[in-house]
């Protein structure tokens, strides 16, 4: 088995490129159904997602290839009357990305449910809630859903109960191709969702409001393939601005947009870190002393979820008690139980976590349970005490492109260890 060892205590300095942002090329890769012809998208991570989306692509009849970071859709084969594989979607739940551009396209779509995941049961009830109300006829089977309607999708008004970034993406690009127009109340406003409301415009689609909680669609007959470069990975470069603070010294994040990024720095700097923003960078200095803070997480542009175990794992080491709060997501403090086998001092009650900041952390061996906990366990091996041996890596590996390239870059002492 595959382990990523960490010798800890050592400050990391040097400058690191953020890769273009996992949860934006996903659903810009789905988008690219809406029309016929080859898309490509320039900037693109290779990420084991976007191994498997392209995968649920070419299954569906589409032909995917990179050339360096670019990536090439030719959409001109897509049938999409199959049955995506079980194994592709519970693998990856943005594979259900696919559903909206297909329902718009062929009038017919059956999908394999995603199913939960480590961080909760991930229900899809808001997505085809937002599908009926445009017309189409829902029928969930054993194990999988269909959608079909029996000429075009129609626009309608549709209010959504949590604002979903799934289902505002999945609605938006369904609504894209649909006759009339349609308005999305309670619309997620992550920069994903302008991204993906950017690709579609150059598309031809006509869309006003995105990165608000009110998107109105105006449908089109048609649209086009088109070229997109894909916005910075807010979370990865998040990631490494916890690196650098957990580990201390000073670190340039290169290809970062600080807009997307606010509520973070702002937490970075409440607990005592110096973090110096330019147009497409930011600088991370930090002497390693935190003070404690309370997180909480919420829709964009509060505190992202994505970002909790990060977070949670800094604050093991602040001088004081920190308290962490998870609203988005039912069970996502799974990382604490593997942060205390470190020496850290969490106790979780419910929905809320408090972390008693400790003077030292230990090395030991851990597990990543799913992408963000590899990363708060990173985190936290960077700032214990010896060396840390970190398993189950496939998770880390979904969402940060070339980590231990990056992260010896910046001088971390860490490498791949086989068994
Ligand atoms: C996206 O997931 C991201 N993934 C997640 O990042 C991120 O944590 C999440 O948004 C929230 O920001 C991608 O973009 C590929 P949601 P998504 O629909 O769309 C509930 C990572 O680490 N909900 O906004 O699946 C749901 O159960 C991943 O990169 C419903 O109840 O998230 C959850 O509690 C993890 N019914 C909450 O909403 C629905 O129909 C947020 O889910 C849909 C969602």
Redesign the pocket.
């Known amino acids: 088995m595959r382990k990523l060892i960490v010798e800890g205590g050592r400050p990391l300095s040097g400058s690191v490129t953020i890769s273009g942002a ?3 090329v ?2 810009l890769i789905a988008a690219t159904i809406l029309a016929d012809g080859t898309s490509v998208i320039h900037d693109v991570p290779h990420l084991s ?1 976007v191994g498997t989306m392209n995968e649920l692509m070419k299954f569906l009849g589409a032909h995917c290839s990179f050339e360096g970071s670019s990536l090439h859709i030719d959409t001109t084969g897509l049938r999409g009357d199959k049955e995506a594989p079980g194994e592709l979607v519970r693998k ?3 594979s259900f ?1 696919v559903m909206g551009p297909l329902l718009a396209r062929r009038g017919y779509v059956r999908m394999s449910l995603p199913g939960g995941c480590a ?11 937002g599908f009926e109300a445009m017309g189409a006829e829902i029928n969930m089977g054993r194990g999988y859903v269909e959608a079909k309607v029996r000429r075009a999708l129609k626009g309608n008004r549709i209010y959504l ?9 999945n609605l938006m690009m369904a609504a894209s191709l649909a006759e009339g127009t349609t308005l999305i109340g309670n619309a ?1 406003q ?1 920069p ?1 969702i302008i991204d993906l409301a950017n690709l579609l415009s150059v598309m031809g689609a006509r869309i006003k409001g995105a990165g608000t909680s009110i998107i109105r669609i105006e449908g089109v007959k048609q649209l086009k393939a088109a070229q997109h470069t894909v916005i910075p990975d807010r ?1 990865e470069a998040g990631s490494y601005m916890i690196f650098a603070a957990a580990a201390g010294g000073t670190v340039r994040l290169n290809n970062v947009i600080p807009e997307h990024m606010q509520p973070l720095i702002a937490k970075l700097r409440e607990a005592g870190v110096k973090v110096a923003c330019g147009d497409d960078c930011a600088i991370v200095e930090s002497d390693g002393m935190l003070e404690p803070v309370a997180v909480k997480t919420l ?2 542009p509060g505190f ?3 970002m909790q175990a990060q977070m949670m794992a800094l604050l093991t080491r602040a001088r004081g008690t920190s308290l962490v709060t998870e609203t ?3 069970n996502r403090f799974m990382h604490a139980e593997e942060l205390r086998k470190m020496g850290a001092d969490i106790t979780v009650d419910g929905h809320t976590a408090t972390v008693n900041g400790v003077s030292r952390l230990h090395g030991a061996a851990v597990s990543a349970t ?3 906990a590899g990363a708060a366990l990173i985190t936290a091996a960077l700032m214990a005490e010896g060396r840390s041996e970190i398993g189950e890596l496939q998770h880390i590996e ?2 940060y492109e070339r980590i231990v390239e990056k992260l010896q870059g910046i001088g971390a002492d860490v490498y791949i260890h086989e068994d």
Request: aromatic share 6%; glycine share 6%.
């Open positions: 996992k949860n934006a996903l659903p997602d990856m739940r943005a990305l961080i909760g049961a991930r229900p899809i009830d808001l997505h085809l809630k109960d949590f604002p979903s970034v799934g289902a505002t993406e997620a992550e994903e979370i829709p964009y992202p979820t994505d988005v997501f039912e799913d992408l963000r979904r969402g």
